[in-house]
């Protein structure tokens, strides 16, 4: 045990054990807050969000950034789903069987890739969803939430249900009350679960919010945020941690741009060294001008000297202060800093790899975070108005529970030799360490929808009178 020291003043001196900790007059300007999650948010939540929408519109590396995380999150096709319907038994506690119902999930399938398309989706018939849910996850980033709301009965398709989105903006911040429990527009039950939201109404003449609110359930809004703190009720832009230092990149870049064109503007000056007055050109101002063309020299009057410029820019040091501010923020916004900067300078193949891998690694959480926040409570809420209207033929409201079984399937992403992976997994298959459908499922593929298009094709081909036989795919031509 340590001792207990005293000062001078016979109080006990606190001892710090972590250094990170202590107070020095290399730490005194860390003045660091304390206290719930949403007391940090809410003072910032909105100058975070508008600086990171201006670094949306004029920033190269801010919008790479945002366009990175939708290819990778979310893909060309969106978050899939397979179903895992099964059939009812009595018999059983929770009265399903472990068999697949494949009849009714075709049909669940067909109905929610119907819903999916543009005109069906969302309530202004102007976004698929797969284009929803890249909406969705940039605002869920650069702002620090997004909010869907999801409307029973909408009148327009033929599914009588709709996704509406709306920007966090409509989540006022600052709206507390501690009677009720509504801490930054949300309302929580006494454990803590959001039952319902209050959201800013809008001024139809200016477009902008209000301070009066009404009330929509949780029952009718998704809200996508990346929580950081348990209770913690709206989030922040990801990018909070990368704005300050991209902020001084831009200006450092801008500042060399223009001191490289004074430079390359300005290639010295002229000096009187006497009484004699300038007899050459000048310009309209009066100025003193004198021509520059490759290897000319010039006799300058009486009494007049030239005093050139070495230009210093662009600066030297330019491309390696680039590269550690980039390189500084890549880990903050979850995207590799060579595919994102586009510096493969001095890559081998073994280390791009590794760094593709583990950046990989956290796509899968991230697409794991969208589909528990997003994807699932979307589909749940769906699926309940699909039977209500029967668009599921031969299911009503009473089959909800063995329909309600899902597998969401995120992107997945092929490796620069395809060939050596078809051959990894043919053996991991032939070894019992891996199977079909998991293959297809690590590529973001539904082995059931393979299978039925094989059938299909060969269908096409015995009609035709052609062979179904598959051999082995020739050799690449060439050494290759």
């Given amino acids: 045990m340590k001792p207990i020291l005293y000062g001078p003043d016979d109080k006990p001196i606190r001892i710090r054990n972590f250094d990170a900790a202590k107070g020095t007059r290399y730490t005194n300007d860390w003045v660091a807050g304390t206290g719930p999650a949403d007391n940090a948010i809410k003072q910032d939540a909105k100058s975070l969000r508008d600086r990171a929408r201006d670094s949306e519109r004029n920033d190269g590396y801010i919008e790479g950034a945002l366009m990175a995380l939708e290819s990778n999150v979310i893909g060309q096709h969106g978050i899939r789903m397979k179903s895992l319907a099964r059939r009812a038994d009595a018999r059983s506690k929770k009265g399903l069987s472990n068999s697949a119902d494949n009849d009714a999930r075709a049909k669940v399938e067909s109905a929610w890739e ?7 989706f969302d309530v202004t018939r102007q976004f698929s969803r797969a284009a929803f849910e890249r909406l969705a996850l940039r605002s869920a980033v650069r702002d620090g939430g997004f909010l869907t709301r999801t409307v029973d009965g909408f009148p327009k398709n033929e599914f009588r249900f709709a996704a509406q989105g709306i920007e966090i903006d409509a989540l006022d ?10 801490y930054m527009g949300v309302e929580f039950d006494e454990w803590d679960e959001p039952i319902r939201y209050h959201l800013r109404k809008m001024d139809p003449k200016s477009g902008r919010y209000t301070r009066e609110t009404f009330a929509v359930g949780s029952d009718n809004m998704i809200h996508t945020f990346l929580a950081r703190r348990i209770n913690q ?16 990149l831009a200006k450092f870049e801008e500042a060399e741009v223009i001191a490289a064109r004074i430079s390359a ?14 007899t050459g050109d000048e310009d309209d101002d009066g100025k003193a001008i004198a021509p520059s063309a490759p290897g000319t020299f010039e006799t ?20 390696d202060f680039r590269k550690a501010i980039l390189r500084g923020v890549s880990p903050g916004i979850y995207v590799n800093y060579n595919t994102w900067a586009q510096d493969l300078e001095g890559v081998s193949y073994s280390s791009i790899r590794q760094g593709v891998l583990s950046e990989r690694d956290i796509y899968r959480i991230l697409h794991s975070w969208f589909i528990d926040t997003f994807e699932i409570p979307l589909f749940e809420r769906w699926l309940r108005m699909a039977l209500m209207t029967g668009k599921i033929e031969g299911c009503t409201l009473l089959d909800y529970d063995r329909l309600s079984h899902v597998e969401f399937i995120g992107r997945a992403w092929t490796w620069v030799d395809p060939v050596g992976d078809i051959e990894a997994i043919e053996r991991e298959i032939a070894l019992s360490l891996n199977s079909r ?3 297809a ?3 973001g593929l539904n082995i059931d929808k393979i299978i039925a298009e094989n059938e299909n094709d060969n269908a096409k081909l015995e009609a035709a009178g052609l062979s179904t036989a598959i051999g082995k795919a020739p050799p690449p031509p060439g050494n290759a």
């Avoid at 119907?114 to 005109?119: A, E, Q």
């Avoid at 009720?233 to 001084?248: D, I, V």
């Avoid at 503007?265 to 300038?278: C, R, S, V």
Wanted: glycine content about 6%; aromatic content about 8%.
């Fill in 114 to 120: 119907d819903f999916s398309r543009r005109g069906n």
């Fill in 173 to 182: 911040p600052h709206h507390r009350n501690d009677a009720a429990r509504i």
């Fill in 233 to 248: 009720s709206q989030g922040y832009s990801w990018l909070a941690n990368a704005l300050l230092r991209l902020r001084h």
């Fill in 265 to 278: 503007n300005k290639l010295g000056f002229f000096k009187q060294t006497g009484e004699a007055q300038y």
């Fill in 300 to 319: 300058l009057p009486h009494g007049v000297e030239a005093q050139m410029i070495d230009p210093a820019h662009p600066n030297s040091a330019m491309p």
């Fill in 437 to 439: 459908e998991r293959a």
């Fill in 441 to 443: 499922k690590d590529r």
